[in-house]
Structure formats: structure tokens, C-alpha cells
């Protein structure tokens, strides 16, 4: 066992003598690595996430936790991460979660990186993709309205306690799956009285802590559960120095991503590869940034959709944006129709219209504001092989989760496993985003913005993907 890295990560100050003793035991046993204890204990659905009512340590924190630092000579043996190792994947087996923070507003996987405990750390990525994938799956699950009697009598109950996908801190109800033919299901899937009395057990262990009162954030969701798309679309917009916000102060974009957009438009249109007259489409205008340096490329067809009326009535009124009707009629001669052209509406409206229309692109680059990843995830699957030229490339901002390391980790691994399943091969590249000035919440780049959206101080992975043909990057 390691030395805790400081008080705070004491056991004495994660497990309080207030703890109720069925939790103290669980996190007790988890802390001391004592799998043998442990593992009897976890039969019960939900004890693998108890959390201590006052610091919200749940078993993953207090196994992680107890390693301390990695890099300092703490007295750590190898046997302790061996040991550590164990516990936490039996503690994922029964459903850990593994984005539930605590009382310091950290995942067990912040812990992990705050100590330097990478083999931990990877074991948390790891669980958390599998929770996303997993959440992706059910999200798209439809119970049938009618079964006949022989499937009723094949229906189990699953009990699934990994609600970390949902990020809203509820339980993903109990879910109705077919059994295959040998009877058994790819799930966990205690008996119905089991689960009756699991359920009651649980209750007790949840009784005796009230209010779950930390809350796990979903990488998914971590941008779109803070604004709504449909009230974003609504909002006033403000254009100031750097910056374009909303009436709730939400950053829509900032002149500090300016150099991920010069990244990507190189990644999209390489300059050593002439990139003069070639077709591009930018999905959200907002500033306009990166619109501006997809026409310094000189294309032969340059679109953009934009939904939100105040950045319409900026691209047509205002004297600093030149994306207004003069650009619009400034398109080289010989490329049809609407070469240089800014559709407006929700490009969910918008795109099927051009796939219509036989429009292929070069260049896409999507980045919007508001929207969860399934409509990312959507736009790719759905539109992107469809848009894209044989040897085009297909881009995104790749902002998500980018508030917490961990999210982002996992969900840059979600988004890949999607992209593959898209029939697009992934490769990453990786730049550093300058975070001088982005370092403090309300300070620097963030004044006057109400949510620092970007933390991670330094590599911002590039993704480079073909769709048999295109690559693209994020
Ligand atoms: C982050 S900004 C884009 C910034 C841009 N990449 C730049 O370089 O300035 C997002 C933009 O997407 C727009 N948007 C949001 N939802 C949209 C949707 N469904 N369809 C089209 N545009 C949308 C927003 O109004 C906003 O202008």
C-alpha cells in the first residue's frame, strides 16, 4: 500500500467514522486490496458503486487511492498494483461505475491520473468505453410492443447498474432482453427473485445514503447536457472581441481555437498538395474562422450551413464578415449554380437536400454547437460516405468530454470504434493547444464565460480517418 499523496487522501478522510458500516466495510476492504472479503460482498447489484454519504468514495477511488503516487518512492510494491489491478476489475465485473465522482468533483480515473497510476488509469479508459458502448447500444434499443408466449417465458430481467453512460445520475431501468438458444443471454442476468431480493438488499445500502449527491458526468454528454439545441437555436447570440456567446454566456466559439481550425483545414486540404479548386462544405459558421481559411485555399465550391439566425444576420449585415451576398456572387466562373453558397437551416434539414442534389465534397468539416454525439455520430454515418469524394477528407472539432482527461479519452475511443464501424480506417495525430490564458475558470480567455469548456493542457488528439478512400481528422 502506497502513502496516500496527501491528508486529503487519507483513509481516515475518505472513510469517515460516520460512514454507515455497510459501505465502510465495502470501501474498507477496497482500500486494503482484500479481494478475498471483498468479493463476497459485491454479490448484491449496485454495492460495486456505494458511495460514502459525506466524500462520495466509492470502492474504485478507494482502491486507486490507497496506491498513492506512482512517481514518488512511496513504499508501492508491484504486489500492491498487482493487488489494486485485481480489485478493480472485479469491482467493474459487478458493475462499478466508473465516472461517479466525489467530494473533490473526481472519477476514480481522475485519482488514477492525479497519481500517476497509468496502469489504473488505462483500466478506467478502458471500463468507461465499454459503459459508452454499451449506453450507445441501449440508447437505440425499442421494446417490442407484442411477443408471443414462448418468448415471454425466455424473458430475463438484467439488471444494469452502470448507469455512468447516462451522466444524469439516474439508474438505466431494467432492461427486457431474448435469450439465445442455448438460454443464455451475452448479459449478466440474476434470476427474477434474485433480482427481487438483490433490489431489496440494495435498497438498504441505499437508504442509509439519501442523496447521491455526486453526480457522474457522461463524456458524451458533457457539452450538450449544458445547453439545449433547440433552446440554443432560440437564444440571442453576442459577437465581441474573440469570442461568440450565447444569452446564457456559453462560449460558442473562441478566437483560442483558431489554431485547432488552422490544424484542421492543413489536415483537410494539405498546402503541399495544391489545394486550389476544390470542393468544400463547413457545417457551423460561428465565426467564421475557419470558412476564412478554406477560401484563402481558393475553392471551386465552398458551402456552409448555419442555423442560428443571428449568425445568418451577421454573415449578411455585417461589414466584418465576408461570407455575405457579395461572396456569394464572387464563386469562379463555370462551377454551376450556388458554388459559393450559405445554407441556412439545421444541416439535418440541409444535408439531405444536397445529397439530392448530387453534391460531393473534398473537404468536410462539421462543428456545431449544442448537439449531443449522436447527431456527430449520426452526420458521420449517415451523410459522410455519401457527401465525400473518393479521395476527400472528412473532419470535426473534437471537443468532447474535453473538460475532464478521462471523458475525453474515453470518448476519443468511442468515436474511433464508431468511425471504424462507419467503414472508416483511424489513425490519430496529435497538436498542442497553446493553454496560456485557458488555464482558470472565469480568467484569461474565459472572462465573462460561463463554462470553461476546454482543460486538457496540452495534447489535443488528431484523428485521421478514409473511408476506403478519404481521410479526415478531427
Ligand atoms: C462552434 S461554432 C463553429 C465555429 C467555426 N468552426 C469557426 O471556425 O468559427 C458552431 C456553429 O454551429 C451552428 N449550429 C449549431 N447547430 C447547428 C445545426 N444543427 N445546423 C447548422 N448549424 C448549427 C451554431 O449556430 C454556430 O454558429
Known amino acids: 500500500m502506497g502513502e496516500p499523496s496527501n491528508n486529503q487522501d487519507a483513509l481516515e478522510a ?11 466495510q465495502i470501501l474498507t476492504q477496497a482500500w486494503h486490496h482484500d479481494l478475498a472479503s471483498l468479493k463476497p460482498l459485491l454479490d448484491v447489484p449496485g454495492r460495486a458503486s456505494v458511495q460514502e454519504p459525506t466524500t462520495g468514495e466509492t470502492p474504485l477511488h478507494a482502491a ?5 503516487a506512482a ?26 461505475i466508473w465516472n461517479d465522482v466525489d467530494s473533490n468533483n473526481e472519477t476514480p480515473g481522475c485519482v488514477a491520473v492525479r497519481l500517476g ?13 465499454r459503459a459508452e458502448l454499451l449506453f450507445g447500444l441501449l440508447e437505440g434499443y425499442e421494446e417490442l410492443e407484442s411477443m408471443d408466449e414462448d418468448d415471454e417465458e425466455d424473458e430475463e430481467i438484467v439488471d444494469i447498474t452502470a448507469d455512468a453512460a447516462a451522466g444524469d445520475g439516474e439508474e438505466v431501468p431494467d432492461l427486457v432482453v431474448e435469450t439465445n438458444s442455448e438460454g443464455h443471454s451475452t448479459e449478466k442476468q440474476p434470476k427474477k427473485e434474485e433480482a427481487k431480493e438483490a433490489e431489496e438488499e440494495e435498497t438498504e445500502i441505499l437508504e442509509s445514503n439519501p442523496d447521491r449527491a455526486f453526480v457522474a458526468p457522461s463524456a458524451a454528454e458533457a457539452q450538450a447536457s449544458q445547453v439545449d439545441s433547440a433552446e440554443y437555436l432560440r437564444s440571442n447570440l453576442t459577437y465581441s472581441a474573440g469570442k461568440l456567446t450565447d444569452e446564457s454566456a456559453n462560449g460558442v466559439m473562441m478566437a483560442w481555437e483558431t489554431s485547432i481550425m488552422r490544424a484542421s483545414v492543413d489536415t483537410l486540404l494539405p498546402p503541399e498538395q495544391q489545394p486550389e479548386g476544390r470542393k468544400v462544405l463547413n457545417i457551423g459558421f460561428g465565426m467564421g474562422i475557419i470558412d476564412g481559411m478554406f477560401a484563402v485555399t481558393k475553392p471551386a465550391r465552398h458551402h456552409i450551413i448555419e442555423a442560428h439566425p443571428d449568425v445568418l444576420a451577421h454573415i449578411a449585415t455585417s461589414p466584418d464578415c465576408p461570407f455575405g451576398p457579395a461572396w456569394e456572387n464572387s464563386a469562379p466562373q463555370g462551377q454551376g449554380e450556388g458554388a459559393f453558397k450559405v445554407h441556412a437551416g439545421r444541416w439535418q434539414d440541409v444535408v439531405p437536400k444536397l445529397l439530392e442534389a448530387g453534391e460531393t465534397y473534398d ?12 447527431q456527430l455520430r449520426m452526420f458521420f454515418t449517415e451523410y459522410v460516405p455519401g457527401l465525400l469524394k473518393e479521395e476527400g477528407r472528412f473532419g470535426f472539432f473534437n471537443g468532447l468530454g474535453a473538460d475532464r482527461q478521462i471523458c475525453y479519452d474515453v470518448y476519443t475511443k468511442v468515436v474511433e470504434m464508431h468511425l471504424s464501424d462507419a ?7 496529435e497538436m498542442n493547444v497553446d493553454m496560456q490564458g485557458l488555464q482558470e475558470e472565469g480568467k484569461g480567455e474565459w472572462e465573462g464565460i460561463k463554462r470553461r469548456y476546454w482543460t486538457l493542457n496540452s495534447e489535443c488528439p488528431f484523428l485521421l480517418l478514409s473511408c476506403s478512400n478519404p481521410i479526415a481528422h478531427c
Open 64 to 68: 486507486i487511492r490507497s496506491c498513492g
Open 71 to 96: 512517481a514518488a518512492a512511496t513504499g508501492a510494491t508491484t504486489t500492491d498494483l498487482e493487488a489494486a489491478k485485481s480489485v478493480l476489475e472485479e469491482l467493474f465485473f459487478n458493475g462499478a
Open 423 to 429: 467503414g472508416m480506417d483511424v489513425a490519430w495525430q
Open 14 to 24: 475518505r472513510i469517515p467514522p460516520s460512514c454507515p458500516a455497510s459501505i465502510s
Open 363 to 374: 473537404a468536410i468539416y462539421f462543428d456545431t454547437f449544442g448537439e449531443d454525439y449522436a
Open 117 to 129: 497510476q497509468s496502469e489504473l488509469y488505462d483500466m478506467c479508459v478502458g471500463a468507461g468505453v
